[in-house]
């Protein structure tokens, strides 16, 4: 399949070690947030979600972090496992408009055995 | 599959041909996107439905794409007169609509390529 994200930032791991990825984003009234992986030739799929009202989330091997401060979130990866390698984007979103998201550029994740 | 789904997947076409592209979005959501991502970047907003209702456009669709969806249900975005900067991976997201409900489910995208 075509590869997203031919030129973006990549962040190489080891299996098993942890994975953190960084996300800025740019409108201070964003109120909700998202983590999508997208692999090569697929839609982009939901990883996790954040509100503004909270600063952590935790999932499955997941957490995000959001630091409305400085504009910043970052996933935390657990435990990265092969099936982790893809392109990760964080999206924002104003719930109180349409509810469109805009997205950040993407970081790709090459998880090593 | 109860999923998003898009047809076709790959579309080739000439410069100067128009295309449309179809989506289907989960059962019962009532809210419908349509993105296009290019290679290297993060998908980009186009326009957005609620139930039959056309109710957002971005500056990105110009007067050679219309997209519709008629009985509030699947949707269909056209492009005519196809040009090269057109190419690109078009995704169509679906989402319930309620407040306690933000999540955009994404299909698979058709990947145009226009020659």
């Known amino acids: 399949g075509e590869s997203v994200g031919l030129h973006l930032p990549t962040l190489s791991v080891q299996e098993g070690d942890n994975s953190i990825i960084n996300c800025a984003y740019s409108?201070?009234?964003?109120?909700?947030f998202i983590w999508y992986k997208q692999e090569s030739g697929k839609g982009p799929q939901f990883i996790i979600d954040?509100?503004?009202?909270?600063d952590k989330r935790q999932g499955q091997r997941v957490t995000v972090l959001l630091n409305k401060t400085v504009k910043h979130l970052s996933l935390q990866i657990a435990a990265t496992q092969p099936g982790d390698s893809a392109v990760y984007f964080c999206?924002?979103?104003?719930?109180?408009?349409?509810?469109?998201?805009?997205f950040g550029a993407g970081t790709r994740l090459a998880v090593h055995p | 599959d109860t999923g998003v789904s898009q047809d076709p997947r790959h579309k080739i076409t000439k410069r100067g041909q128009n295309v449309t592209f179809r989506c289907d979005p989960i059962?019962?959501?009532?809210?419908l996107y349509w993105y296009r991502q290019t290679l290297g970047q993060g998908p980009e907003f186009l326009t957005y439905?609620?139930?039959?209702?056309?109710?957002?456009k971005s500056r990105l669709l110009s007067d050679r794409f219309s997209a519709e969806r008629p009985k509030g249900s699947f949707s269909t975005l056209e492009i005519q007169r196809t040009e090269q900067g057109d190419s690109a991976m078009y995704l169509c997201?679906?989402?319930?609509?309620?407040?306690?409900?933000?999540?955009?489910?994404f299909g698979p995208g058709t990947r145009l390529t226009v020659l």
């Open positions: 997201a679906s989402s319930p609509g309620d407040y306690l409900s933000n999540e955009q489910f």
């Open positions: 409108n201070s009234a964003s109120d909700y």
């Open positions: 954040i509100r503004s009202n909270m």
């Open positions: 999206a924002e979103m104003f719930s109180g408009g349409y509810n469109k998201l805009i």
């Open positions: 059962s019962e959501h009532n809210r």
């Open positions: 439905f609620q139930n039959e209702a056309q109710l957002e």
